[in-house]
C-alpha cells in the first residue's frame, strides 16, 4: 500500500508543510538552530567582539535566507514582511524609539537618584554588546513575530496571535540565568504588546527588529544593565543601582520595572490604535468576507 503522504502531490504537499502549525514547527525548528550556533560563535569569539559581529552578522544573513526561501519555495509567496519598502525608515525609526525609551527609564531612575553615573570606561567596553544586540533581535523577530505571530495570525486573527505570541515570548526569557516569572511577564506585557504592535501597525519585521536591537543594546553596552536577567557586562557607563525592585527591575533589569512597563506598553498601544484606525488587524479565518 502507497502512504498517503508519498501520494501527494508537490503542490498538496507544499499547502501541509505552509500550514500553520508545520510552518511554526518546521520554520521554527531551522531558525532555533541557527540560534543555538550563534550562542556558540558568541562564547567562541567571547574575547574578540568584532569578529563575533562580523560571525553573527553573518548567521542574521542566512536566518533571513532561510525565512525568504521558505515563503518562496513551500509557501509560494512573497514575504512582504521583509520587503525592502520602507526598510531604512522603519529600521531607523525603530532603532531610535528603542534606545529613547530605554534611555527614558534611566533617566527617571537618574531623576531619583537611584541611578548614579560614576565614571565611563573606553569605548571598547561598548562593542561586546554588537553581536547580542545584532543575534537578539534579528532571530527573536523572526521566530516570535515573523513564525509564531504571522502564522497564529492567519487563523485566529490578529488579536489572538498578539496575545498568545507575546506570552510564548515572554516565558521564554525564564531560561536566562537571573530570570523571574515577574520579569518574564513583564516582558510579555511590554515587550510583547510594543513588538507585536510593530508588526501590526506596519506589516513588516523592521520596525520590531530596530526597537528590539536598539534596546538591547543601548541597555548593556551604554547603561550596563542587566539584558532580561542574563549576566551583567560593563558597557559605557559605570555607575551604582540602588532602589526598589519595583523601579530598578532587580536582577532581571529594567524590563522588570514599572518604567519600562508604563513606557513600552503605552508606546505599543499607541501603535495598535494606529494600526486599528489604518485597518491593518486581521480578523479571524471564520469571520473574513470571501
Same mark, same amino acid.
Given at each position: 500500500?502507497?502512504?498517503?503522504?508519498?501520494?501527494?502531490?508537490?503542490?498538496?504537499?507544499? @499547502?501541509?508543510?505552509?500550514?500553520?502549525?508545520?510552518?511554526?514547527?518546521?520554520?521554527?525548528?531551522?531558525?532555533?538552530?541557527?540560534?543555538?550556533?550563534?550562542?556558540?560563535?558568541?562564547?567562541?569569539?567571547?574575547?574578540?567582539?568584532?569578529?563575533?559581529?562580523?560571525?553573527?552578522?553573518?548567521?542574521?544573513?542566512?536566518?533571513?535566507?532561510?525565512?525568504?526561501?521558505?515563503?518562496?519555495?513551500?509557501?509560494?509567496?512573497?514575504?512582504?514582511?521583509?520587503?525592502?519598502?520602507?526598510?531604512?525608515?522603519?529600521?531607523?525609526?525603530?532603532?531610535?524609539?528603542?534606545?529613547?525609551?530605554?534611555?527614558?527609564?534611566?533617566?527617571?531612575?537618574?531623576?531619583?537618584?537611584?541611578?548614579?553615573?560614576?565614571?565611563?570606561?573606553?569605548?571598547?567596553?561598548?562593542?561586546?554588546?554588537?553581536?547580542?544586540?545584532?543575534?537578539?533581535?534579528?532571530?527573536?523577530?523572526?521566530?516570535? @513575530?515573523?513564525?509564531?505571530?504571522?502564522?497564529?495570525?492567519?487563523?485566529?486573527?490578529?488579536?489572538?496571535?498578539?496575545?498568545?505570541?507575546?506570552?510564548?515570548?515572554?516565558?521564554?526569557?525564564?531560561?536566562?540565568?537571573?530570570?523571574?516569572?515577574?520579569?518574564?511577564?513583564?516582558?510579555?506585557?511590554?515587550?510583547?504588546?510594543?513588538?507585536?504592535?510593530?508588526?501590526?501597525?506596519?506589516?513588516?519585521?523592521?520596525?520590531?527588529?530596530?526597537?528590539?536591537?536598539?534596546?538591547?543594546?543601548?541597555?548593556?553596552?551604554?547603561?550596563?544593565?542587566?539584558?532580561?536577567?542574563?549576566?551583567?557586562?560593563?558597557?559605557?557607563?559605570?555607575?551604582?543601582?540602588?532602589?526598589?525592585?519595583?523601579?530598578?527591575?532587580?536582577?532581571?533589569?529594567?524590563?522588570?520595572?514599572?518604567?519600562?512597563?508604563?513606557?513600552?506598553?503605552?508606546?505599543?498601544?499607541?501603535?495598535?490604535?494606529?494600526?486599528?484606525? @489604518?485597518?491593518?488587524?486581521?480578523?479571524?479565518?471564520?469571520?473574513?468576507?470571501?
Amino acid at each position: 500500500m502507497t502512504s498517503p503522504l508519498l501520494s501527494m502531490s508537490a503542490a498538496q504537499a507544499r @499547502r501541509v508543510l505552509a500550514a500553520p502549525p508545520l510552518r511554526i514547527v518546521l520554520l521554527g525548528a531551522l531558525l532555533l538552530v541557527l540560534m543555538a550556533l550563534n550562542g556558540d560563535l558568541m562564547s567562541s569569539y567571547g574575547a574578540e567582539p568584532l569578529k563575533a559581529a562580523l560571525h553573527i552578522i553573518a548567521m542574521a544573513i542566512a536566518g533571513f535566507a532561510v525565512y525568504l526561501g521558505y515563503a518562496h519555495f513551500v509557501e509560494r509567496r512573497s514575504a512582504t514582511e521583509l520587503g525592502t519598502t520602507g526598510l531604512g525608515r522603519e529600521l531607523g525609526t525603530g532603532l531610535l524609539i528603542g534606545a529613547a525609551l530605554y534611555a527614558a527609564c534611566e533617566g527617571v531612575l537618574m531623576v531619583l537618584g537611584i541611578y548614579r553615573i560614576e565614571g565611563l570606561n573606553p569605548w571598547s567596553y561598548m562593542l561586546p554588546a554588537i553581536a547580542m544586540a545584532i543575534s537578539s533581535s534579528v532571530f527573536e523577530e523572526l521566530l516570535f @513575530r515573523g513564525v509564531l505571530f504571522l502564522s497564529i495570525e492567519r487563523w485566529f486573527g490578529s488579536w489572538v496571535a498578539l496575545a498568545v505570541s507575546s506570552l510564548v515570548f515572554g516565558l521564554t526569557h525564564l531560561v536566562n540565568p537571573q530570570a523571574t516569572l515577574e520579569g518574564a511577564l513583564f516582558i510579555a506585557v511590554e515587550a510583547g504588546i510594543l513588538l507585536g504592535a510593530a508588526l501590526m501597525l506596519t506589516r513588516r519585521l523592521w520596525l520590531s527588529i530596530g526597537f528590539h536591537m536598539a534596546w538591547n543594546y543601548t541597555q548593556q553596552a551604554i547603561f550596563s544593565g542587566i539584558v532580561s536577567g542574563n549576566d551583567a557586562a560593563p558597557g559605557l557607563i559605570r555607575s551604582t543601582i540602588k532602589g526598589p525592585d519595583y523601579l530598578t527591575g532587580g536582577d532581571f533589569g529594567v524590563e522588570s520595572s514599572v518604567l519600562a512597563l508604563v513606557l513600552c506598553t503605552t508606546t505599543g498601544i499607541v501603535m495598535l490604535v494606529m494600526a486599528h484606525r @489604518r485597518g491593518r488587524i486581521v480578523a479571524p479565518i471564520w469571520k473574513r468576507t470571501v
